[in-house]
């Protein structure tokens, strides 16, 4: 059985999987590309669109996307030294 | 509060200051990168981890800076003399003692976060009830001195044990450092509960926390160079 993915490891794909679009993504797509729930899938665009991670854009035919911010390429970029330290310093958070 | 001074060596006083600034700066470091790393991740752990840091270094950087202070007044003054009535040395005392307290709030309370941040089960609680024991036993106690260091020894401890069964499960270089930093901070710290009596233990005790601090540091860069 494959291990359950943590928090920071969902950001990560969610994040991904708008990067390796491009930089914008419409919601259907990365409900298939994250592999989570309707319900999941809308907590974790909340936070990160309150942190500024990604933007909500109105595109062509009033139809939404999702855009990934600097913030957020930051967040990418970062993501392994952010794991490292965590893993080094015992920081994981409580299941 | 009837409280004694750490116990230093007076002809150390110049290079235990360019040490404790060394310390400040090293923990400095951590603190501030733990902080970078919380305003990507917002993970409540990492932002105590940091604080705890901070706190450890604002510790050491009041204690190097009234040590200075204290070892420019004994230099321009006769020890003997002064302890006997001499405002210089009378201010060095008050100094010396003022960076005491300091130290050991400062220093109690980034140890007491970074004690409770290392538990697998955290709460606001646990936290408050570590902080409570912490500060109560050393406000009511006849030897405040001596029970700093035998708490600092104890959070020490129990760090270093979590760090140790953390290394036992990962098995990276990273968290050998990690746990080893620790281990040579609780050594250290033993050293220097001890140098009371001892007073050559304080200059190892010393340069062991200087080897441990290294040790975290060490940690650091590999986990930002790799």
């Known amino acids: 059985m494959s291990k359950k993915r943590g928090r920071l490891q969902i950001i990560h794909d969610i994040l991904g999987a708008i990067r390796d679009k491009g930089g914008t993504i419409k919601p259907t797509h990365l409900l298939y590309k994250s592999n989570l729930s309707h319900q999941m899938m809308g907590e974790y665009i909340k936070e990160l669109k309150e942190k500024g991670f990604i933007t909500e854009d109105e595109g062509k035919k009033r139809s939404k996307t999702f855009s990934l911010s600097s913030k957020g390429y930051e967040y990418l970029a970062e993501y392994r030294t952010v794991v490292r330290f965590i893993e080094s310093f015992g920081l994981e958070e409580e299941a | ?226």
């Open chain 2, 1 to 226: 509060m009837q409280i004694a001074t750490c116990p230093s060596v007076l002809w150390f006083s110049g290079p235990e200051f360019l040490v404790e600034l060394i310390f400040a700066f090293i923990t400095v470091i951590i603190g501030f990168y733990a902080y970078k790393v919380f305003k990507l991740s917002r993970q409540k752990s990492i932002l105590l981890f940091g604080l705890g840091f901070l706190l450890i270094s604002f510790s050491y950087f009041i204690q190097a800076i009234l040590n200075l202070l204290i070892f420019r007044n004994v230099m321009t003054a006769d020890i003997v003399r002064a302890v006997t009535g001499n405002p210089l040395a009378t201010a060095s005392i008050q100094l010396s003692v003022l960076a005491t307290i300091f130290h050991i709030i400062f220093m109690t309370a980034g140890l007491a976060l970074l004690a409770y941040v290392s538990l697998q089960k955290r709460g606001i609680k646990m936290l408050l009830l570590i902080y409570s024991l912490s500060f109560v036993a050393l406000l009511f106690s006849t030897n405040p001195l001596l029970v700093y260091y035998l708490l600092t020894s104890i959070f020490l401890l129990f760090i270093s044990a979590q760090h140790y069964q953390r290394h036992d499960d990962v098995r990276s270089y990273s968290t050998l450092y990690v746990f080893l930093g620790f281990g040579m901070l609780f050594l250290g710290n033993a050293q220097l509960a001890l140098s009371t009596s001892f007073g050559l233990l304080y200059i190892s005790g010393l340069i062991v926390l200087l080897i441990g601090y290294l040790l975290l540091l060490g940690s650091l860069v590999r986990v930002v160079k790799k």
